[in-house]
């Protein structure tokens, strides 16, 4: 089964407006991190946000936010006021902090698109 | 967040010969470095896992002899792609972490971006 399923490959957004973007997961270990980053066309890895599965509340940085709903096993990723420089592919992952190697296992992606 | 230089950020070799990729992390110690794979419009999927001075563990599919790791030391870790094909050519990205990391972030290099001709 995949660890991390991202269902949207490409989601457009009208500058200025918010858009979520969908993730859920699969693990057996009670203890797991997500994760969001942001991968422009230069192909570098760029890290957004994290959240932990025993934190409480949903992580949010500056503009983004991350809908955690873990009975749901799902993480979304907000992002609110869009703006032309979020386009971009974005990757959902997870690492599992208690089996395996702490590496992360990533989703396919979802290439957004902001619209002027 | 930490600095991880990983050179070069792109590279294009004629197919049989070898390639080096560098990655190294400046400002902490890398007990464990993560060599992953990125074929175009795909996902970012792990090649191998090594802990500085041990020898490399390998995902399934991937060749040892042919994907050489070297993690020497707590800063460098070295890809080496040997006799390369064209089925070589992808985005190859390190990740390197720290024994003591928080857990809150995941550091990447650049990557690089392998052509093979």
């Known amino acids: 089964a995949q660890k991390i399923t991202q269902t949207q490959p490409g989601m457009f957004v009208q500058e200025k407006e918010a858009v979520t973007l969908d993730c859920t997961y699969d693990t057996s270990d009670p203890s797991y991190g997500l994760f969001w980053y942001k991968q422009p066309s230069s192909g570098e890895m760029i890290f957004l946000i994290y959240?932990?599965?025993?934190?409480?509340q949903n992580a949010t940085e500056g503009r983004y936010s991350l809908n955690f709903q873990k009975a749901r096993k799902s993480a979304n990723l907000v992002i609110s006021a869009s703006q032309l420089g979020d386009s971009a592919m974005y990757f959902c992952?997870?690492?599992?902090?208690?089996?395996?190697?702490?590496?992360?296992?990533f989703g396919t992606g979802t290439r957004l698109t902001v619209i002027p | 967040g930490a600095v991880v230089s990983q050179h070069p950020s792109w590279v294009i070799c004629k197919s049989g010969t070898s390639v080096k990729i560098e990655c190294r992390s400046l400002?902490?110690?890398?007990?464990?470095m993560f060599w992953y794979r990125q074929f175009p419009k795909q996902s970012l999927m792990l090649m191998a896992t090594?802990?500085?001075?041990?020898?490399?563990?390998?995902e399934q599919g991937v060749e040892k002899d042919k994907f050489l790791i070297n993690h020497a030391s707590l800063t460098l870790s070295t890809l080496t792609v040997t006799s390369a094909h064209p089925e070589d050519s992808s985005f190859y990205i390190c990740?390197?972490?720290?024994?003591?990391?928080?857990?809150?972030?995941?550091?990447f290099g650049q990557g690089t971006r392998l052509t093979v001709v």
């Open positions: 959240q932990g599965s025993y934190d409480q």
């Open positions: 090594s802990n500085e001075g041990s020898k490399a563990t390998y």
């Open positions: 400002d902490f110690q890398a007990t464990t």
């Open positions: 990740s390197p972490r720290s024994a003591r990391e928080g857990g809150t972030e995941a550091f």
């Open positions: 992952a997870m690492r599992e902090d208690q089996t395996g190697a702490n590496n992360l296992f």
